[in-house]
């Protein structure tokens, strides 16, 4: 749950991310430590920073327009891989330069929190477009779990000292207490494990409900999690990393889509479910005869399914995209362009796909109720999508001023914690029900 919405609105937030300054927050890791010593608990606080090697040389390379755009990008780039893999409470806050703090509240074992840091810092390594070409970002990691002992000050003390110290030379990550390789699963072990979690029901499917603007369910998100017996759970973008590296894309995609289908099949009538379809999905030649038949064998109606797609998942070959959704969107399907706002928003994907829906990043939300030019691009994109005859989808929504301006502003659908977070197939049944 990303913690960010909760700070106080006149707190002073970076001009170029619109993230809180790292003195924001302070308060609120310090209030985590203070109940955990009040309960007398262990703390709970995870932190990392990430720092981006020689940025300054971005700025003189592209300009300070292309490096700003960049920090902006990558500041969503961990807000959005934060919201899919934590929990529990969460924030980030922008440093000096090139420097994020990401702070998590949550049991996590050393292991997740290492394997965690690895696949953000595979995120955020990924071209960035810029008007000069592709622009690639070099990340380095400093990571912490909290001591007993331990202040917001001796935190992002030992932090700082971690990220410019000999020890991440030649390399991306390190421990603040020096262990630069926890001890835990190495990544070809969790390539072999992944091989027998589908065997063994590891692999979880949770539901995130979606409402429409009269705050009746309508659906729900299909989200993968793995509960991995040593590491714990392990969210949706790490289990994919790990999938690609062990060539397992296809099984997992198909192992969660069956699973999904088969819980929806005996949901009340009317109510639809979402899947996420990854770029190896897409790129597949196959993927389309494999998906049709097996929503087919699952019984579940073909015009109450969408596939939600990212920007990512289409820029190898767009034409190539197109060619597959037209093919599936013909069965009945649906098709909604995930994540929108959060990218460079490439409007030819607009003209080139049989979309149905915009799926408003949560980004495009946050801010909309204060900032006046927030609003006006929210006001200007759901009048685009009238007048391209898409629904729009509002991801995030985290309270009721949120809620009540995007369903006055013309969005259809939301989807976020202030009506329900990610549940079991039983629990979203009974939600459904009434049960």
Not at 359 to 368: E, N, Y
Not at 371 to 396: F, H, N, Q, T, Y
Request: hydrophobic share 45%; with cysteine; proline share 4%.
């Amino acid at each position: 749950m990303n913690e960010l919405s909760s700070l106080d609105r006149d707190a002073p937030r970076d001009a170029v991310t619109g993230l809180p300054a790292i003195d924001t927050v302070r308060g609120r890791i310090e209030d985590w430590l203070t109940q955990a010593a009040a309960r007398g608990e262990a703390a709970k606080v995870h932190t990392l920073l990430l720092g981006l090697r020689r940025f300054d040389a971005v700025n003189l390379a592209y300009g300070a327009s292309a490096g700003d755009a960049a920090l902006a990008e990558v500041g969503g780039r961990i807000c959005r891989f934060a919201e899919n893999e934590l929990d529990g409470p969460w924030l980030v806050a922008r440093g000096s330069g090139g420097n994020f703090l990401l702070a998590a509240n949550e049991a996590c074992s050393r292991e997740r929190w290492q394997l965690f840091a690895e696949q953000l810092a595979d995120i955020v390594s990924q071209s960035i477009p810029a008007a000069a070409g592709a622009l690639r970002l070099s990340p380095r990691l400093a990571l912490l779990r909290a001591l007993a002992d331990d202040t917001v000050e001796s935190l992002l003390d030992r932090l700082g000292h971690t990220l410019g110290s000999r020890r991440l030379q030649g390399g991306r990550i390190a421990w603040a207490d020096g262990e630069s390789v926890p001890p835990g699963r190495t990544a070809a072990q969790l390539e072999a494990d992944l091989l027998v979690a589908i065997d063994r029901d590891e692999i979880e499917i949770l539901f995130q409900p979606q409402f429409d603007a009269d705050d009746l369910l309508t659906g729900a998100e299909a989200l993968a999690r793995w509960r991995h017996p040593v590491l714990g759970r392990i969210g949706a973008a790490a289990l994919f990393g790990v999938a690609e590296r062990s060539d397992h894309v296809a099984p997992l995609s198909r192992h969660i889509a069956k699973r999904a289908l088969a819980a929806a099949r005996d949901w009340p009538p009317g109510l639809r479910l979402s899947l996420n379809v990854t770029p190896a999905d897409l790129a597949a030649i196959s993927y389309a005869d494999t998906l049709l038949a097996i929503v087919r064998e699952s019984g579940f109606p073909a015009d109450r399914l969408t596939l939600e797609v990212t920007e990512q998942v289409l820029l190898s070959d767009i034409h190539a995209a197109a060619k597959t959704l037209g093919r599936i969107s013909g069965e009945g399907i649906r098709v909604a362009l995930d994540d929108f706002g959060a990218g460079f928003c490439n409007f030819r994907y607009l003209k080139l796909l049989p979309l149905d829906y915009l799926k408003l990043d949560r980004s495009m939300v946050d801010g909309i109720e204060d900032d006046p030019r927030d609003l006006a691009v929210l006001r200007a994109i759901v009048a685009m999508a009238r007048a391209l005859s898409l629904k729009v989808i509002a991801e995030g929504i985290e309270d009721e001023a949120q809620r009540d301006l995007i369903v006055r502003e013309g969005c259809d659908f939301y989807q976020g914690f202030l009506r329900a977070q990610p549940m079991s197939a039983e629990e979203f049944v009974d939600l459904a029900t009434g049960g």
